[in-house]
């Protein structure tokens, strides 16, 4: 028997796979490190061996040049389309500037966006396919339902070039209302409030008998708890600037990774707690800072980016032609959901305290999971009907875009319209497909564009021209021309203007399938032996360093912990070394936090200390004091 | 082609029954008045068929949906009286018997054929549930003016919607809480009468004068007007949304 199908949630910050079991029901699957999720890193280390999951989020510090976070940010796009901030916190250098495909330059080859998210699958899958015993070859890959046709296309391809089959691109807020109503308990009209680590979705659906109907979905393809996290760590640049610290040092794309780092771990903390503490301290560039963040202060600086999800659910219910009171549930979805503010908007807004039963992180797999065992033949009465987000329709002339398939439109979909010459025995048309709800062309996305020639001379408006459109089960399009009288046709699969063509894809499917022969284990090896060696290093300064200070408890911990990292270190498995060194790193939590306090509190000017300690108290007047025992929580992001 | 894939046990895979997907005859009666021509028994398994395109027995999929109109692909006959809960039940059936998804283990020219009825069925749906494109598509059914060649609409209107853009113009300059108040209860009422217009549409097809009846391109001509008028109507409706949404 095949391998099964696997549902894989490639997310911006974290990606994770799922399976259906033997009972019917969806389960993420854990590794054999006992770890579901692979953090969406990769980091290309020296000597050619590229480093997946948590092992690259750990060489970020170190190695922020050659380690690449959210990717998934720029999927389909080209150097124009980032916004100056995703700019400035993206380290590495991208070719080229024109209006293609960017793409990475790290340790001077070039890399697209496509590759590295390949990169990421083949882990996904390697893991998964350890723990089937079964080679995975066939895969359902879920992607936000707002994405545009060429971010779609990016991801099918970053697929192919990993060697696999994508038997479906699904759209994630979709995928978790399969999560969600599997069960057959709770048919009615869902929105699902999706907000992921670089993107935000919002789908309204309709479940009613295992038919899981969306109504409407809308969303904003660039926004997520990504930007939450800018944001904190943009803030604390501004104060680190005002006191003192060199340009330069802000500048550093290590000190950038330490402080996203550091904010990232302060939004998750205040999830729970009222209060954190960020701590910035790079020796490397005499760097000690440390600011306490309360979270009502927290939920200031986000407000705003929080504020940005309210346009696209009044629209989605709108376009449903639904009020807010005719909605039974509303699910939460994504990392960025565990966020209190981010609950507290959409309860205000919904009018009803939304669905978190579900685990966010993990509910998007799941569904994925259950499409792909629906691809493999299984629920049969389950039927998933899907609607494409953007319409879509071509450039006419005068540059407006004659509308050809509205927003919200069921998927497949077919839609013709009639087009006509504009000058006496014109032989060719052009057909600009463009994407997107504004009125004129050059406001919405560019698809490409497809040419009928060889019309026969005719006056100007006598040629019958029907452009017809066509929407797969993937949302993919596929557009063709023809005309009547003569019976002339040409037919496009759209190659986005941001995306890659047929060759190209093949060119790195084959590529990909090379490198796949060298000894990648061996590389992988090599590099987290490295890492882990470098890790130990720090640990046993630091434990130097506090020495007398740490409980015997946390010591003793902490020195099980180092032992199994350097017996990892002697085997030849690399999921040994990284799991061990994952649960180092957590053991060692309470030292780096005590050496870090330490050390800022021994080496920070007199000027920024003063500051420091006049916040802090500042914050802490405001807020409820709480004991800071509470654990920390560490999978989501 | 009506093997039953592999099916693990759940909730989700009971039988088909619960569904809807094996009695063809239990989405309600096809009216005898129906003047489409859509085969009745399936040439396969000999059971009825609610719609010509599939099925709902035994799923053999019959792919001429070229050959029929948004009506007779759903079993329907032509009328702009359809029940919108047996529309979508007909919907539902016609999905479960046509979309890609239950086609996946199957050879690759049934998905094909199942992306393009399925794409049919949608864009037939799409029509028939919305009462203005209904009639819009009855209208050219019965070769009717279409609006590109007949832009008049009753007799008096566009002087009444003078007044109500001047409303929303208006409002747009101040949009203060109470103009958007005004604004919905606006929409309301130009939804009221865009309803109205339709039943009027409708009453004229149910009393359409036959083909060669010189009272017929008179009739024609009246649902033209009110048509028009439904589509300005829409218009101003879509603006009001969007401007309470932003
Ligand atoms: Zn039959």
Known sequence: MAAPVLGIDLGTTNSLAALVGADGKPAALRGLDGEAIVPSVVSFAEGGAVVVGRAARRRAADDPMHTVFSVKRLMGKGIEDLTEVERSHCPYEFVPADGSQLRLKIRGREYTPQ????????????????????????VVITVPAYFDESQKQATMAAGQIAGLQVLRILNEPTAASLAYGLDGLHDGVVVVYDLGGGTFDVSVLKIESGVFRVLATNGDAALGGDDFDRAIAERCAQEMRAAGVPETALRDPG?????????????????????????????????????????????????????????????????????????HAVVLVGGATYVPA??????????????????PMEVVALGAAVQAKKLEGGFQNLLLLDVTPLSLGTETYGGAVAKVIPRNTAIPARASEQF??????????VFHICQGERELAKDCRSLGKLILRGIPGMPAGMPRVDVTFHIDSDGLLTVTAQERRSGVKAKVEIVPKHGLSLDEITRLVQEAAAHAKEDFVAARLATLRADAEFVLRKLDARVADAAGRLDAETLSEIQTARDGVVDAMAGQSPDGIDGALHYLEDVARPLVEMTMNTVAQRAVSGKLLDEVTQSAERTKAAAPAH??????????G | MAESPNRPAHPLDAPEAAAGGSACGSLGHTPAASICAVPSRCVRCDEPLTTPLVCGSCRTVFPAANEYDHFARFGLPRTMEIDERDLERRYLMLSRGLHPDQFAVRGTEDKLLAEQLSAHVNDAFSVLKDRF????????????????????????FLAEMLEVNEQIEEARGALDDSARKQMASLRAEITKRRDAFLAEVAQAFASLPAQGDLRRPGVLLKIRERLNACAYLEGLSVQIREMLVS
């Not at chain 1, 004991?627 to 989501?636: A, F, Y």
């Open chain 1, 115 to 138: 590759e590295i998210s390949a990169q990421i699958l083949r882990e996904v899958v390697n893991r998964a396919s350890a723990v089937v015993g079964e080679t995975v070859t066939r």
């Open chain 1, 255 to 327: 000190l950038l990774q330490v402080l996203r780092a550091a904010a990232e771990r302060a939004k998750m903390e205040l999830s729970e707690k009222l209060e954190t503490e960020l701590v910035i301290s790079e020796d490397r560039l005499g760097v000690r800072w440390r600011r306490t963040l309360a979270r009502a202060e927290f939920e200031s600086i986000v407000a705003p980016l929080i504020e940005r999800t309210v346009g696209p659910c009044r629209r989605a219910l709108s376009d449903a032609e639904l009020e807010p009171e005719q909605v």
């Open chain 1, 342 to 359: 981010v609950r507290a908007r959409v309860e205000q807004l919904f009018g009803r305290k939304p669905y978190c039963e579900l685990n």
């Open chain 1, 420 to 429: 006509t010459t504009f000058t006496d025995n014109q032989t060719a048309i």
């Open chain 1, 627 to 636: 004991d800071g025992s509470g654990p920390l929580s560490v999978k989501r």
């Open chain 2, 133 to 156: 494109r209904r009639a819009e598509y009855l209208l050219e059914l019965e070769g009717g003016p279409q609006r590109a060649q007949e832009k008049r609409t009753p007799a008096g």
